[in-house]
């Protein structure tokens, strides 16, 4: 084993991110970012619940309707449960971590990302009672926002909106069966049975979506003055077709992307923008991913031409195309003033896996200014996110609690009103505008990781809680924004993008602060099986930009009186490369100049990531 020591600097060169020494603690910002999603929960809260000036509320949702739709999120300062923003929020969720789950897992934060995602699931499950049938929203904006209350005073109306064949919705059935296939690519390994649940919702909602087509504010008029789905929904229903391509690997989704392709706007639209409206710009990314894969067989003709789109959207954020996105002199992607940060995050996101699948393929971009290297797009999503962690023209930090200067009036009934675990007198619908809104104090309750609106064209910020504007968060400016910090923290780790997705089972969610302790310098006990035993040791540890990695030495022995030929162990909670094993599947084999292991004698393997050991197990073993 001695020929690994001279590979530490290869080690090294591979586990830190270009970014790790960075200015920004991205771990930081990714914690706080997925805490936001639980301030936002409608329903009744965990025991686990962290933001704990929250309580229950909407508990009689859907009641008026026959239909219990208890639970799922608020999509930004309201109290209204508006159905499209919010599945798009669970598929970006979703795609974080199916992207960057490994990172997450690292840090500590897949746990957290995962319940985020199923709470919104949990949902959608609940609006979904029969295969056509859809609830799109609870409430409605107009009494809402007639109102200033805490979720747990609201004394609006709670009807349920819903679509059916009658009264269609295919952007709305369409990315609602996005969001349940992405979601069960999350829970594969965890909960199989909770990820066949989901693809079958996804299933019937596709089947839904597509066969009685219609705009779903055409049937849930209340939605129009808010959410809007100003590009229809031929979008919706080529992202619904590429997610569950990638959920099931079904023939017949990437059927749907090839023949429809053109029809559908997916190989014609040059997108600036990418959203909780417009999806071209995803599905284009997604369908490029498959072309890089080899999987598009006989469509390769259409899907390159989803690729061109892709690229030309890559490019234009760069600002190296015809026709480019718009920046602020401070450098961040601007497209309206109303809650821009949703088309920061949305774009950077795309720029970030886009990067990383052109990488994992030793490919570089295409734009009309020539050949751009991947990592230039990793980069633009970096500046984009250092901007909105502070590093901008007014040095103010955009997420809420992170930094030293961000918003403190922020938008948001529940933050801006003193919390009902603190003063369970009722707030009324008129009485909290007179009392809490119109006040110039800062918020009480402090909205954690929430990503306001953000800046104007010209970087300017006016931090007051009626610049709705500017100062409203939404849980879809975030959900994006947990991938690329995930990245941006943990760097690529060395593995192929373009391999199929194994989302790392979460280590159990801790919800009280412990102690922090450093792996154990003595060796862990030994586990055996039977006649195998496993024992393991840090060897050696070292600091390399800002964060510790460790060595692992591991050393399993065959006790028995007979030869060990055949040994597969399943290594769990593992950040970093090996050495001294073959992959195979989900498990480890013998290392390819072993084929076995004699009584008595012992094979070593060794690994190299900045957390506690692995959980090492024997899976099978064959002794002869």
């Known amino acids: 084993m001695k020929n690994l020591l001279c590979m530490f600097p290869l080690v090294l060169l591979l586990l830190s991110s270009p970014f790790a020494s960075a200015g920004h603690d991205y771990g930081q910002a990714l914690s706080k970012g997925i805490l936001f999603f639980e301030a936002q929960r409608s329903g009744y809260l965990p025991h686990n619940q962290r933001v704990s000036w929250r309580a229950h509320s909407g508990l009689q949702d859907g009641k008026a309707s026959g239909v219990d739709l208890v639970g799922g999120y608020y999509d930004a300062g309201d109290n209204v449960k508006f159905g499209l923003p919010m599945a798009f929020t669970v598929t970006m969720l979703s795609w974080s971590i199916i992207e960057y789950g490994k990172q997450m897992a690292a840090s500590g934060e897949l746990g957290h990302a995962m319940e985020a995602v199923k709470w919104g699931t949990d949902y959608f499950i609940k609006a979904h009672p029969q295969p056509n049938v859809l609830y799109g929203e609870v409430g409605d904006g107009n009494t809402d926002h007639y109102c200033w209350q805490r ?26 069966a996005a969001a349940m296939a992405a979601a069960s690519m999350v829970f594969r390994r965890s909960n199989p049975a909770y990820s066949g649940e989901l693809l079958r919702h996804a299933y019937e909602l596709f089947d839904f979506a597509d066969k009685y087509r219609g705009k779903y504010d055409s049937s849930i008029t209340v939605a129009q003055k808010y959410y809007r789905s100003i590009s229809g929904y031929n979008d919706e229903l080529l992202w619904a077709a590429a997610w569950l391509y990638q959920a099931s690997n079904k023939q017949y989704y990437l059927n749907y992307l090839g023949i429809n392709g053109d029809s559908m706007g997916g190989t014609g639209w040059s997108m600036t923008e990418f959203g909780w409206d417009v999806k071209y710009a995803g599905v284009q990314t997604l ?12 469509h390769a003709p259409v899907f390159e031409r989803y690729q061109q789109k892709a690229e030309s959207f890559m490019c234009s954020c760069l600002g190296k195309s015809n026709r480019n996105v718009q920046k602020t002199p401070g450098g961040l992607i601007f497209r309206q003033r109303w809650n821009n940060m949703q088309f920061v995050t949305s774009a950077s996101f795309l720029a970030t896996v886009y990067s990383d699948y052109l990488a994992s393929s030793g490919r570089n971009l295409r734009c009309n200014s020539g050949i751009v290297p991947p990592a230039e797009l990793l980069s633009l999503a970096k500046s984009q996110v250092d901007y909105i962690l502070g590093d901008n023209p007014r040095a103010t930090s955009y997420m809420v609690g992170y930094g030293s ?48 609106g953000g800046p104007d064209a010209y970087d300017d910020f006016a931090d007051e809680r009626d610049n709705y504007e500017q100062t409203e968060p939404a849980t879809y400016n975030n959900a994006p924004l947990i991938g690329i910090l995930a990245r941006l923290g943990g760097g690529h780790g060395g593995y192929n993008q373009l391999l199929p997705v194994a989302v790392p089972v979460p280590m159990p969610v801790v919800t009280k602060p412990q102690p922090s302790s450093n792996p154990k310098t003595t060796p862990s006990p030994a586990s055996s099986s039977g006649p195998i035993s496993i024992e393991q040791e840090m060897t050696t540890s070292w600091v390399a930009n800002g964060r ?9 022995t065959n006790k028995s009186n007979k030869s060990l030929n055949s040994l597969n162990l399943s290594i769990s909670k593992l950040y970093g ?40 197990s024997v899976a099978n073993y064959v002794l002869a």
């Open 151 to 176: 979720p747990e005073d609201m004394t609006t109306d709670r009807h349920g909106y819903r679509i059916d064949p009658s009264n269609p919705g295919s952007d709305l059935a369409g990315e609602t």
């Open 287 to 298: 369908v490029a991913k498959f072309l890089m894969q080899g999987k598009a067989g006989h």
């Open 405 to 452: 200067n961000f918003p403190q009036r922020v938008h948001h009934r529940g933050s801006s009103i003193v919390s009902i675990k603190v003063n369970p007198s009722f707030v009324s619908c008129r009485g909290g505008y007179a009392t809490w809104f119109s006040s110039k104090r800062s918020d009480p309750n402090l909205l954690v990781g929430a990503l306001v």
């Open 548 to 556: 510790t990695y460790y060595r692992y030495s591991t050393v399993v």
């Open 577 to 616: 490369p090996v050495w001294g094993l073959t992959k195979s599947g989900d498990s480890y084999t013998f290392p390819s100049w072993l084929s076995s292991l004699s009584p008595g004698k012992s094979l070593e393997f060794v690994y190299i990531h900045s957390a506690s050991p692995a959980d090492v």
